[in-house]
């Protein structure tokens, strides 16, 4: 196995997770593009401590995913509140902000 | 090592098939099921990767947990559950160049700095213990940080979505 087969796999993955954050419009959506892009970045550190000998990236690793999983944790509940007040979770139609 | 290659390819091309997927299907119960199959193929590319622990990790915490809050957000957020015309934004061909560019960007780097470099074969399954050890041994500050972290965001998440 080689080092790049799974470094190129996490980009394409990071790549498709970039264009949905970029593309998609619902809230949900966009969270689950974020989750394509965390996981494509836990590749990266598992290859890596493969390459090294090393546990530091599995350390790492888990440190990732659970603070992906408090960042989907409060990401839903911002978005229930948006829903909330504006029965919609447009993320284009959320232009209170605009000057 | 042929028959991990292998496997490697399989699973990838369904990483990959359903991570497009997640960004194109135009139902947003779909895109989660489909991202259920990306995170499993990634716990299993972390088994090839001889991290078994971060793999069941992987496997408790996001098909377990994670897409159970997903269907929640999309069942509490939406009238129906079918599809959807406007989960897209107008300009949503902007990121077709806009993400391309950064792969090819990535793809050259990585290809000039690692070429054929080979991982190492004979290496053993990483066992949970040295995983601990290291977690609660030079790890521990950022563990406790951790802790404080997922503490914050229960309260948070249950401060932000409770009807007053």
Same mark, same amino acid.
């Given at each position: 196995?080689?080092?790049?087969?799974?470094?190129?796999?996490?980009?394409?993955?990071?790549? *498709?997770?970039?264009?949905?954050?970029?593309?998609?419009?619902?809230?949900?959506?966009?969270?689950?593009?974020?989750?394509?892009?965390?996981?494509?970045?836990? *590749?990266?550190?598992?290859?890596?401590?493969?390459?090294?000998?090393?546990?530091?990236?599995?350390?790492?690793?888990?440190?990732? *995913?659970?603070?992906?999983?408090?960042?989907?944790?409060?990401?839903?509940?911002?978005?229930?509140?948006?829903?909330?007040?504006?029965?919609? *979770?447009?993320?284009?139609?959320?232009?209170?902000?605009?000057? | 090592?042929?028959?991990?290659? =292998?496997?490697?390819?399989?699973?990838?091309?369904?990483?990959?098939? #359903?991570?497009?997927?997640?960004?194109?299907?135009?139902?947003?119960?779909?895109?989660?099921?489909?991202?259920?199959?990306?995170?499993?193929?990634? &716990?299993?590319?972390?088994?090839? %990767? !001889?991290?078994?622990?971060?793999?069941?990790?992987?496997?408790?915490?996001?098909?377990?947990?994670?897409?159970?809050?997903?269907?929640?957000?999309?069942?509490?957020?939406? &009238?129906?559950?079918?599809?959807?015309?406007?989960?897209?934004?107008? !300009?949503?061909?902007? #990121?077709?160049?806009? +993400?391309?560019?950064?792969?090819?960007?990535?793809? %050259?780097?990585?290809?000039?700095?690692?070429?054929?470099?080979?991982? /190492?074969?004979?290496?053993?399954?990483? +066992?949970?213990?040295?995983? +601990?050890?290291?977690?609660?041994? /030079?790890?521990?500050?950022?563990?406790?940080?951790? +802790?404080?972290?997922?503490?914050?965001?229960? =309260?948070?998440?249950?401060?932000?979505?409770?009807?007053?």
């Amino acid at each position: 196995m080689l080092v790049n087969q799974f470094l190129i796999l996490a980009a394409v993955l990071f790549c *498709i997770g970039v264009y949905g954050v970029i593309a998609r419009r619902n809230a949900v959506m966009v969270l689950m593009s974020i989750e394509l892009i965390l996981n494509s970045v836990n *590749i990266n550190f598992l290859a890596f401590a493969l390459r090294n000998g090393s546990v530091d990236g599995h350390v790492f690793a888990l440190y990732i *995913i659970a603070v992906a999983a408090a960042e989907v944790g409060v990401g839903l509940a911002l978005v229930l509140l948006v829903y909330r007040n504006r029965k919609s *979770i447009a993320l284009d139609e959320l232009s209170e902000m605009k000057g | 090592m042929v028959a991990q290659n =292998i496997a490697f390819g399989i699973i990838a091309v369904i990483m990959v098939v #359903g991570a497009l997927r997640v960004v194109t299907v135009n139902n947003v119960v779909h895109a989660a099921l489909w991202l259920v199959l990306v995170l499993a193929g990634a &716990a299993a590319q972390y088994i090839l %990767l !001889t991290a078994e622990f971060v793999a069941v990790t992987q496997v408790l915490v996001y098909i377990g947990a994670v897409m159970v809050l997903f269907l929640f957000g999309t069942m509490l957020t939406r &009238a129906q559950l079918g599809k959807e015309k406007l989960l897209n934004n107008p !300009t949503w061909y902007l #990121g077709i160049p806009a +993400s391309l560019l950064l792969l090819g960007v990535m793809i %050259l780097a990585l290809i000039s700095s690692f070429g054929d470099e080979k991982l /190492p074969t004979d290496s053993e399954l990483v +066992s949970t213990q040295a995983i +601990s050890d290291q977690i609660f041994g /030079p790890y521990l500050l950022p563990f406790w940080a951790l +802790s404080f972290v997922l503490l914050v965001a229960v =309260i948070g998440a249950i401060v932000l979505a409770r009807k007053d």
